[in-house]
């Protein structure tokens, strides 16, 4: 059931929803004027309550309290959101709405207060994504007893005055952006047997008819005429073949030529330098970037921005066979290079190369490619941040800006020449591994041989991708990283 969200000029005091929520901010509680109207309304039980509950309203905080019967509404939702000064940002804004919505899951309507300076069109739409992201829950899979018994169908953002139909038409945009951000977790989420590469190649399909969108899908024969033999390699162990898409979304007069490429190994086995049994099943998130790539096109159709955007995708399964690509051998490749493999497990980088070449030739303005691609990436950032590599300093800027309005971590890493070294071989151009320490600047030392001159940012997402609990705007399992950082990076341009 899709969520329905509306403005109200109603206060939360008035509400008929079955659980309000208010944002509180880490200061004096009795000095919030929301806080002190509902702690009148409750018989002056709330600050009582918050106080036993150490209840501060830093960030991550959250108190869930009924009502006692003395508001229309049966619960009451207190958020934190940390030290605030002024208006709070796009980014607390939309975790406020996500936690809020969050919370409110078992219940089937939910009535958020606004804080008071909270009120333009980019506030709006972030609210409209948080709530929209927060009351995700991907239960395809679950039956009888397992089903979750209601689901969240109705919110109501209260905010006092009058309203616009932009203001309006602002909130609905952000609904719009979650449900897109949605698609990606749901990729990621679906189970391996489900999603393969034809399957990546079907949600394109949807996408690209809802969206009317242009689509190019090559299958296992096309993706060899078309000389992408590291792709062609990399698939060629699996019984689910391989796929090539490419969406494109092309307004009249674009501002700029923007390519994403994503990596859609939809499970990694490790092929014949297979993986360990621990962890192995957390590969099936290992098309995480291509999972951002398509959802990245969904809402552009539905954003329309004045800039010329082209999704890629390499889609491939690497399972061991009698058919398997092998350690020692030597592939070309679309740019040309000749590549020696060194180690099936570092497949990814293969399918992107000739994904990237393919980029080029689109002559673009910049490619940005995201995948879940090293351990290394993991081992220097943790699990909350994505890495990410470029040369240009003003590109980088823009880039990091993009990533704090969407409140998602990103670091940059340095491209060390002198590790460029490690990928050389004596039998072909180039090696695709490194030696194990600068794991993830190899790898995009790697990527880079394919880009030629063409500007371009790698991003190395192979921690944020998957949640193992909710946090922030994420849920527990697929969380659609980087998703709203790409939406505000191409709107960046126009």
């Known amino acids: 059931m899709p969520l329905t969200v509306k403005l109200s000029s109603s206060s939360v005091l008035d509400s008929s929803a079955e ?17 002190v109207a509902l702690d009148e309304a409750l018989h002056e039980q709330l600050f009582v309550h918050a106080g036993r509950a150490k209840f501060t309203g830093a960030v991550g905080q959250v108190l869930d309290i009924p009502t006692w019967g003395h508001l229309p509404a049966a619960r009451l939702v207190l958020v934190g959101m940390g030290k605030i000064k002024g208006s709070p940002d796009l ?9 809020a ?3 409110a899951l078992s219940a089937a309507s939910l009535a958020l207060a606004l804080p008071e300076k909270a009120s333009g069109l980019e506030q709006l739409r972030a609210v409209g994504e948080g709530l929209g992201l927060g009351a995700y829950r991907f239960t395809k899979y679950l039956t009888g007893k397992r089903r979750p018994e209601s689901e969240l169908a109705e919110v109501e953002v209260c905010r006092s005055g ?3 139909p932009a203001e309006a038409k602002a909130l609905q945009t952000g609904v719009a952006v979650a449900a897109s951000v949605a698609l990606a977790r749901d990729a990621v989420n679906e189970p391996p047997n489900e999603l393969t590469p034809e399957g990546l190649a079907e949600l394109a399909r ?11 899908v090559l ?10 033999k590291l792709h062609y390699a990399v698939g060629q162990g699996s019984t689910n073949e391989p796929r090539f898409i490419h969406l494109t979304y092309q307004p009249s007069k674009p ?33 995480g970037g291509a999972a951002a790539v398509l959802a990245l096109m969904d809402a552009v159709a539905a954003l329309k921005p004045g800039v010329e955007v082209h999704g890629i995708v390499g889609a491939a399964e690497n399972m061991p066979d009698g058919n398997a690509y092998r350690p020692g051998d030597v592939f ?22 000739d994904a990237l070449a393919y980029a080029r030739q689109l002559e673009p303005d910049l490619i940005v490619d995201a995948a879940t691609l090293t351990g290394a990436c993991l081992v220097a950032l943790g699990k909350n941040c994505s890495a990410y590599y470029v040369e240009d300093d003003k590109t980088a800027k823009r880039f990091e800006a993009a990533a704090a309005q969407a409140g998602e971590q990103f670091w940059r890493m340095p491209l060390l020449e002198e590790l460029r070294e490690q990928l050389k071989s004596d039998v072909a151009d180039l090696k695709h591994t490194g030696e194990r320490y600068g794991g993830s600047i190899s790898a995009a030392l790697f990527l880079q041989e394919f880009v030629g001159d063409t500007p371009w940012i790698h991003c190395d997402v192979a921690g944020p991708v998957l949640a193992e609990r909710p946090r922030g705007i994420y849920p527990k399992g697929g969380t659609g990283h980087p998703v709203l950082t790409f939406i505000s990076f191409v709107e960046s341009f126009g």
């Open 219 to 228: 299958d296992k024969k096309g993706i060899a005429a078309a000389n992408m």
């Open 19 to 35: 659980v309000i929520a208010v944002g509180v901010t880490e200061a004096a509680l009795e000095k919030q004027k929301a806080l």
């Open 206 to 216: 949807d996408i690209a008819k809802r969206g009317k969108l242009k689509l190019k």
């Open 101 to 103: 919505s969050r919370q």
């Open 91 to 99: 980014a607390a804004l939309r975790t406020l709405a996500a936690a």
């Open 255 to 287: 501002r700029a030529k923007l390519v994403f490429v994503g990596k859609g190994l939809t499970f990694d086995s490790g092929g014949l330098c297979i993986k360990p049994a621990q962890g192995m099943g957390e590969m099936k998130s290992d098309m």
């Open 162 to 164: 009058k309203h616009t």
């Open 332 to 353: 070309g490749s679309l740019d040309g290079k000749t590549v020696e493999i060194i180690n099936t497990d570092a497949e990814g980088r293969l399918v992107l190369a």
